[in-house]
């Protein structure tokens, strides 16, 4: 990876800030939110994303935002997404993450760029800060019928998810997720009706394993059409009534959107 860095870096002329992740749609599709031509401001962007320590094991979620790398023709030379603390180079040729060793430093310059959206890679800075770390990690058991009422897993989803623990959940395939928004969607007439126990849902995981890891990461990547995710839609849904959603509900959002 670090030799490919070096040589993809050195015909960097453009750096492209694209919109979501893994999970996107293919990057000529993405919108741009930032674009880096400057030489300086370059050099800088790669210090951030290439500095730090190359994983064993990748993130488990699809990332915020997603970095393409252009030469002086505009042809793209490859691309990164972003994770709590790491950033993904080529994650399907490498199938390793890196750690970045500065993620604050990162946050702070794709801020004054005017993006947004990258501010779960503080997650665990702000935990170890706040001393939030759990003794044991806490994600909700597999076949345990109960857990699935007490986190309030949407009643919905409790044939698919029931022989599955939290983090399993977390990793589940994407026909699956496609399969399960059908039956939510097909449940509720309304669909804003569909975004109150998701945020319930999500209220409910335990932080910062299973908000993280576990039930939330899966709550996160549930759509609900094509176009918008649940964080988009729930920041709408929360923003136009907030006294409908419980407060534990509004914290989730708030700690894992």
Known sequence: ???????????????RILSEGED??????????????????????????????????ICRCPGDLTLALHDADDVLIGSASVHP????????????????????????FLSGL????????????????LEL??????????GDAAALVRRRVPEALHDELRELSGDQ???????????????????????????????????????PAEAIAGDGELARRLPLDRRRTLNGIAVEAAAGSPRSYTSESERGLVMTA
Do not use: C, Y
């Open 85 to 108: 603390g790491a950033i993904a180079w080529q994650r399907d040729r490498f199938g390793a993450d890196l750690a970045t060793s500065n993620p604050i430093d990162l946050e702070l």
């Open 169 to 207: 959940a977390a990793n589940i395939d994407q026909t699956s997720i496609t399969r399960m928004i059908d039956k939510m969607t097909r449940s509720e007439a309304d669909p804003a009706a569909v975004v109150r126990p998701l945020l319930a849902w999500l209220g409910t995981a335990t932080w």
């Open 24 to 57: 996107g749609p293919p990057l000529p599709d993405r919108d741009v939110l930032a674009e880096v031509a400057e030489p300086t401001a370059l050099e800088k962007l790669r210090t951030l994303t290439t500095s730090g320590e190359v994983l064993k094991d």
């Open 133 to 142: 770390e759990e003794g044991d990690v806490q994600f909700r058991p597999a």
């Open 1 to 15: 990876m670090r030799q490919w860095l070096e040589d993809a870096w050195a015909h960097v002329r453009v750096a």
């Open 114 to 129: 005017g993006v947004q959206g990258g501010s779960r890679s503080l997650l665990s800075e702000m935990i170890t800060a």
